[in-house]
T-cell receptor
């Protein structure tokens, strides 16, 4: 059973426009959510996180929105830059075992 | 520099030949974990460790072993590798003091089992 879902395998946007990456989850017990970015031949790197008691967290060009009633979160990147082209993973966690459950990832391509 | 290192980065082996992928972190993190990444399946947890001598299974532990004898090291052992273990493997670590278990990942090990 896939508890964290990223239903769009890929997304293509123009440089300067907004990128919106989506993530849905099924487990209402998750306490926090994270986004990771992954370039080819590198490990994932942490991007931004949000607690389940918040609905928005912003860090520079990156904003994560959480809609608990819909069990949905999204990552907004504004403005998008070619260097943002990467695979983005949504992850969710909580509980005593510190486990993170990852989605399958979305490949973002930002075209110059 | 704070980092997670993995060795080797690339490995081609044959079915049944035991191998070990090493993982080391220099951040004094309590938590360490192994993941595999496969096309269309994302990152799946293999094993994790909450501290020295404390390990537990993740979602896909079959065919793998781990040990945590020192805080900084968390090797992944494949006693008898099979072709379905061909994958990209990542080691990660985090501190219990982090708010949301932000995990630091190693650069990955690409394993091919023939």
């Amino acid at each position: 059973d896939q508890q964290v879902k990223q239903n769009s395998p890929s997304l293509s946007v123009q440089e300067g426009r907004i990128s919106i990456l989506n993530c849905d989850y099924t487990n209402s017990m998750f306490d926090y959510f994270l986004w990771y970015k992954k370039y080819p031949a590198e490990g994932p790197t942490f991007l931004i996180s949000i607690s389940s008691i918040k609905d928005k967290n912003e860090d520079g060009r990156f904003t994560v929105f959480l809609n608990k009633s819909a069990k949905h979160l999204s990552l907004h990147i504004v403005p998008s830059q070619p260097g943002d082209s990467a695979v983005y993973f949504c992850a969710a966690g909580g509980g005593s075992n510190y486990k993170l459950t990852f989605g399958k990832g979305t490949l973002l391509t930002v075209n110059p | 520099e704070a980092q997670v290192t993995q060795n080797p980065r690339y490995l081609i082996t044959v079915t049944g030949k035991k191998l070990t992928v090493t993982c080391s972190q220099n951040m004094n993190h309590e938590y360490m974990s192994w993941y595999r990444q496969d096309p269309g399946l994302g990152l799946r947890q293999i094993y994790y460790s909450m501290n020295v001598e404390v390990t537990d299974k993740g979602d896909v532990p079959e065919g793998y072993k781990v040990s945590r004898k020192e805080k900084r090291n968390f090797p992944l052992i494949l006693e008898s590798p099979s072709p379905n273990q061909t994958s990209l493997y990542f080691c990660a670590s985090s501190s219990f003091s982090s708010s949301y278990n932000e995990q630091f990942f190693g650069p990955g090990t690409r394993l091919t089992v023939l």
